[in-house]
């Protein structure tokens, strides 16, 4: 079985550029979550979709992040314009059932951004 | 709101020791914890999980953890510890609300000599 599929891997830009990062989930997976995780601390929840809906979005800073998550397959996160604290890994991950945290979360490698 | 703690920032351990990673949780309830693990360059993988009855989980690698409710704890161990086991190690807990979402700790880094 395919597992979480990221790209690109990295990624450095200029701060005030923007940046776009991509996730495919594993196939028939009905929640796709994407965490960003700065160096040294612990994954922290973005935006969480059940299908193509959002459920959670409530930890994303909407001035300059957006995401969508077309046909509820694929989804996008995109940064702009991008700050120097946006330096971070970015993680997508999706899970197979109701779209409860209890549900086993399958992460893929990330995307590590560098933003100077 | 839901929490955990992960007092150990590093640890270093020889090849064939024991190992035990500390995680402390604040949760009102029955709280729903898991241990994952990040290898360098790798996404996240899960453990073990604990949503209820025995308090010893057994997961994958060899690993295991035990739900301590007076403790407000969920430590994992590992009898005998592999070089390939080099990794950082993240508790996690569920917490409820509007959507239920998973709560990282901060991570432990293990190192492990040989």
């Known amino acids: 079985e395919a597992g979480v599929a990221q790209s690109p891997r990295y990624k450095i830009i200029e701060k005030r550029q923007s940046v776009a990062f991509w996730c495919n989930p594993i196939s028939g997976h009905a929640t796709l979550y994407w965490y960003q995780q700065i160096l040294g601390q612990g994954p922290k929840l973005l935006i969480q979709f059940q299908n193509n809906g959002v459920v959670d979005d409530s930890q994303l800073p909407k001035d300059r992040f957006s995401a969508e998550r077309l046909k509820g397959v694929d989804s996008t996160l995109k940064i702009q314009p991008a700050k120097l604290e946006d330096s971070a890994v970015y993680l997508c991950?999706?899970?197979?059932?109701?779209?409860?945290?209890?549900?086993?979360?399958?992460f893929g490698p990330g995307t590590r951004l560098t933003v100077l | 709101a839901q929490s955990v703690t992960q007092p150990d920032i590093h640890i270093t351990v020889s090849e064939g020791a024991s190992l035990e990673l500390r995680c402390n949780y604040s949760y009102g309830a029955t709280p729903y914890l898991f241990w994952y693990v990040q290898s360098p360059g790798q996404g996240l993988q899960l453990l073990l999980k604990y949503f209820s009855g025995d308090t010893l989980v057994q997961g994958i690698k060899g690993f295991e953890a035990e739900f301590k409710r007076s403790q407000s704890s969920f430590n994992l161990r590992k009898p005998s510890v592999h070089w390939s086991d080099a990794a950082e190690y993240f508790c996690a807990v569920v917490t409820t609300g509007t959507a239920s979402k998973l709560t990282f700790g901060t991570g432990t880094r293990l190192q492990v000599t040989l």
């Open positions: 991950a999706s899970s197979f059932f109701s779209g409860s945290a209890t549900d086993t979360q399958y």
